[in-house]
């Protein structure tokens, strides 16, 4: 079965410096990845999602994931935190048409 | 158009009452999906409709009821719900073949059950 785990369900950087988001795939073949960002009472919006095309993928605010087989791993990446970066993140992974499967999230704060 | 759409953002009902929520897209999607969200939880699927059919009920109690009259839109009928019911409802659409299509999720409707 195909699932992610997020690890660290708080993580709390200094405006301007590195964010650093972690996912954890488990699957017997290389599946697709996304990553979504949820602002407090609003719904989901994709940063980005890795389909085998590339290995380093690039989306949206600034955000980038690199897939690395060998570490089952899509991290989150942005060189510079904004304040406006403070949300939820989560990781997801969709193993078959219909179905999508998230991680637990994880909460970025951002302090000033 | 990438917009999906939920009315109504709120709603509080009593545990006797009968409500619906819609969501509605225009993206030539033929899945949707309704998820339940509860505070500092990830979203948890309830139900998927696959070219308006019924393909996935994640065994959601009965006084949740799904319709898929069209295409574009999605109905949650509510009758009967109780406080633990209260969350954010999510509705979702993509593409249903092919692993690589993303979900466009609403803004959600936030319900209270009193």
């Known amino acids: 079965a195909q699932s992610v785990t997020q690890l660290g369900s708080h993580v709390s950087v200094s405006e301007g410096a590195l964010v650093l988001l972690r996912c954890n795939y488990s699957?017997?073949?290389?599946?697709?990845l996304f990553w979504y960002v949820q602002y407090p009472n609003q719904g989901l919006q994709l940063l980005l999602k890795?389909?085998?095309?590339?290995?380093l993928v690039k989306g949206i605010n600034g955000f980038e994931a690199e897939f690395k087989k060998s570490e089952t791993s899509f991290h989150l990446t942005k060189p510079s935190a904004h304040m406006s970066d403070a949300a939820e993140y989560f990781c997801?992974?969709?193993?078959?048409?219909?179905?999508?499967?998230f991680g637990s999230g994880t909460k970025l704060n951002v302090k000033p | 158009d990438t917009e999906v759409t939920q009315t109504p953002k709120h709603l509080v009902m009593g545990m006797t009452n009968k409500k619906s929520l819609k969501c509605e897209q225009h993206?030539?999607?033929?899945?949707m999906y309704w998820y339940k969200q509860k505070a500092k939880k990830p979203p948890e699927l309830m139900f998927v409709?696959?070219?308006?059919?019924?393909?996935i009920n994640e065994s959601v109690p009965s006084r949740f009821s799904p319709e898929c009259p069209n295409s574009s839109l999605l109905n949650l009928h509510l009758h009967a719900l109780q406080p633990e019911d209260s969350a954010l409802y999510l509705c979702?659409?993509?593409?249903?073949?092919?692993?690589?299509?993303?979900?466009?999720f609403g803004p959600g409707t936030r319900l209270t059950v009193l």
């Open positions: 979702a659409s993509s593409q249903p073949s092919g692993s690589d299509h993303e979900q466009f």
């Open positions: 699957s017997s073949v290389p599946p697709y």
């Open positions: 890795y389909t085998s095309a590339a290995t």
């Open positions: 997801a992974v969709r193993p078959n048409f219909n179905k999508f499967y």
């Open positions: 993206m030539g999607h033929r899945a």
């Open positions: 409709y696959s070219y308006e059919k019924l393909s």
